[in-house]
């Protein structure tokens, strides 16, 4: 229904209210008293207003006939965030090569001395094939003073300059009225000895080398 439709339709209700509005008024006024007049004109007041609003209410809820429906909306898409992974390039380890090992070298095999006999040795003329010698040691001093003798094998001299080692000596002892006589054995490698006579009131001590003879046998060491 139209707006032009719904306007004449509600004309013609009015028209049709007032009339039956009208109508009451006659019918009231004719059949009851006063009071009776205004009861009933408000009954048919209050009829014709609810007709009017109930018919108004019909065709109203036909207004939407001449226009178009709403286009339905679209709920918008919402494309989700795609993330890329993070290709991470492994790098490839180097490898090394472990060095072949060489191989040792083969000791060379020292030579066999040829074979030798009794008959090749060769020996020193003064070489009696004895392990040790005795020496004869004799000191005889004109002095009475008191003295200590030392024979040592671990010495050096140089010139008249003499040093000994004291803790090397192979024969120590002290003088009687300067005299002083034993024999001792000497290994047969020691060809020099050094002789020390030193006094007690702190006289010039007397040194005297002993060399090995190839003469002398037995060998002799003479201080006096």
């Not at 909306?73 to 993330?83: D, K, L, R």
């Not at 010698?133 to 671990?154: E, P």
């Not at 000596?169 to 024999?183: K, V």
Request: charged share 15%; aromatic share 6%; with cysteine.
């Amino acid at each position: 229904m139209n707006t032009l439709t719904q306007t004449q339709v509600a004309a013609n209700t009015l028209l049709t209210a007032k009339n039956a509005i009208n109508t009451g008024m006659k019918t009231g006024i004719n059949t009851a008293c006063n009071t009776g007049t205004k009861i009933g004109t408000k009954r048919a007041t209050s009829l014709a207003m609810a007709l009017s609003l109930s018919f108004l209410t019909a065709c109203g809820g036909g207004g939407g006939d001449d226009s178009s429906p709403a286009p339905a909306t679209t709920p918008a898409v919402t494309t989700p965030a795609t993330s890329t992974p993070d290709t991470t390039t492994e790098t490839t380890p180097e490898t090394t090569t472990p060095e072949t090992p060489t191989e040792p070298e083969t000791p060379t095999e020292p030579e066999t001395p040829p074979a030798t006999s009794i008959d090749d040795l060769v020996v020193d003329a003064d070489f009696d094939l004895q392990a040790a010698f005795t020496l004869s040691i004799d000191v005889q001093l004109a002095s009475s003073k008191r003295g200590y003798f030392s024979l040592c094998d671990d010495y050096q001299q140089n010139g008249t300059q003499v040093s000994v080692n004291f803790e090397s000596c192979l024969l120590r002892g002290a003088l009687d009225e300067g005299a002083l006589s034993e024999e001792l054995l000497v290994a047969n490698h020691l060809r020099a000895l050094m002789a020390v006579v030193w006094f007690y009131d702190g006289s010039e001590p007397i040194y005297q080398q002993w060399s090995h003879s190839l003469t002398n046998d037995p060998q002799v060491l003479v201080i006096n």
